[in-house]
């Protein structure tokens, strides 16, 4: 099992910035790329950005320029450093990892976190 636990959400004006963590446990070596997503009330999840495990990065536009993923593998965490926020960016946001169940097939397809609420003021 992995157990991932996201932080560093709350209440920032329009202009901020907010530092988004995800910290996995468990067996991490279950894990492969990492992403985060968002929903907003009376919206679907949407995906914000992906880190595969080289690194490798994917932005929605409408966070393209703004928001930057990264990732410490030794630390098994990954953050989402959120600047410029606008009020549209207000959601809860959920980390995600995608699960090496090719290599490893004791472990499942994905894994969610409980979710990080982010509001923006304007």
């Known amino acids: 099992q992995v157990q991932l636990v996201e932080s560093g959400g709350g209440l920032v004006q329009a202009g901020g910035s907010l530092r988004l963590s995800c910290a996995a446990s468990?067996?991490?070596?279950?894990?492969?790329?990492m992403d985060w997503y968002r929903q907003a009330p009376g919206k679907e999840r949407e995906l914000v950005a992906t880190?595969?495990?080289?690194?490798?990065?994917y932005y929605a536009d409408s966070v393209k320029g703004r928001f930057t993923i990264s990732r410490d593998n030794a630390k098994n965490t990954v953050y989402l450093q959120m600047n410029s926020l606008k009020p549209e960016d207000t959601a809860v946001y959920y980390c995600?990892?995608?699960?090496?169940?090719?290599?490893?097939?004791?472990?499942?397809?994905?894994?969610w976190g409980q979710g990080t609420q982010v509001t923006v003021s304007s």
């Open positions: 995600f990892a995608e699960g090496r169940v090719g290599d490893f097939p004791t472990c499942e397809y994905d894994y």
């Open positions: 468990g067996d991490t070596i279950c894990i492969s790329a």
């Open positions: 880190i595969n495990n080289g690194g490798r990065t």
